[in-house]
């Protein structure tokens, strides 16, 4: 059985990703985010691709894990890795609280 691979970094907007036990490709559209729909806060938020967005109640909620293959990064300049490295690797723990991610 072949290792699954471990996204440990955040993805960029854009990557085409395959989600275990998924046919279709999603493409990332947002990082970490919480459903309305409940007060888990998830890694990504992605579309189908090569849809794209439809209706909100069409967005696909998953984790890093959940990846199975990637077959696209999205594109990275200056800001994308400042904002990685600023921003999302010192994030601390987080909350949803009154439907909006807070640090605890």
Known sequence: ???????????????????????????????????????????????????GMGKSDELIFFDRDAIEELYFIGYQDEYELTYRTEILDQLGELKVEDGELVEV
């Open 1 to 51: 059985m072949e290792e699954k691979k471990n996204y440990r970094g955040m993805l960029p907007l854009g990557s085409v990703v395959q989600l275990a036990g998924t046919e279709p490709y999603v493409m990332i559209c947002g990082r970490i985010v919480c459903a309305q729909s409940d007060d888990r806060i998830y890694d990504y938020v992605g579309c189908l691709y090569p849809e």
